[in-house]
């Protein structure tokens, strides 16, 4: 659900099948055309007006966030189980690459996620904070462990690795850019 639905309220059956179906389409479209697909597209190919889309969907944050909610609690949960890990450098790694993974699933999508991560009035930042905060937690086990440079915070590794340059034909991260990041935040 997102936030202009009532938390406990369930949606009607014609409402679940119109908001199923801008997912869908969203999902689709965004693969298709990147993160920057016209929303007016999305409404369309999910046979809805344009006011169904807004009224469940205020801004594209609210639409990116329904549709990334799972990658999102999927990387809430990485985090957690891989906290008291016995190597905090190799668990610090293995969840930033399942990040990029998930942040890069849509062309330009990843841009966008770090930019409204900082953002703490976004939508994206608001069902992002316990994964922030999970992040947090590892990212200082690994500086605890002396395994990360001191001054690296866990914001800031969450803009830098989302930055980094994608592959216009499969949208990923080429490896080497995750290497010269992953070098260069040990201390």
């Known amino acids: 659900m997102t ?17 199923e179906a801008l997912l869908a389409a969203a999902r689709e479209l965004f693969a298709e055309l990147g993160a920057d697909a016209p929303l007016e597209e999305v409404a369309r190919r999910a046979g809805v007006g344009q006011a169904t889309l807004y009224r469940r969907f205020p801004t594209r944050e609210h639409l ?52 409204a991560l900082a953002d703490e009035e976004s939508p994206v930042a608001t069902a992002c904070a316990p994964m922030k905060a999970a992040f947090g937690e590892l990212v200082e086990q690994a500086h605890t462990a002396g395994a990360v440079r001191a001054d690296i915070g866990p914001l800031q590794l969450l803009t830098l690795i989302s930055s980094l340059p994608k592959d216009p034909a499969s949208g990923t991260t080429a490896p080497q850019y995750l290497d010269v990041v992953l070098r260069g935040i040990r201390p």
């Open 3 to 19: 936030s202009t639905t009532s938390p406990g309220r369930p949606l009607r059956a014609d409402a679940r099948r119109n908001y």
């Open 64 to 115: 990116f966030v329904a549709i990334l909610q799972e990658r999102v609690d999927l990387l809430d949960r990485s985090a957690r189980d891989l906290l008291g890990a016995a190597d905090p450098w190799a668990a610090l790694v293995q969840w930033l690459d399942l990040y990029d993974r998930s942040a890069s699933e849509y062309r330009g999508m990843s841009a966008r996620v770090a930019e």
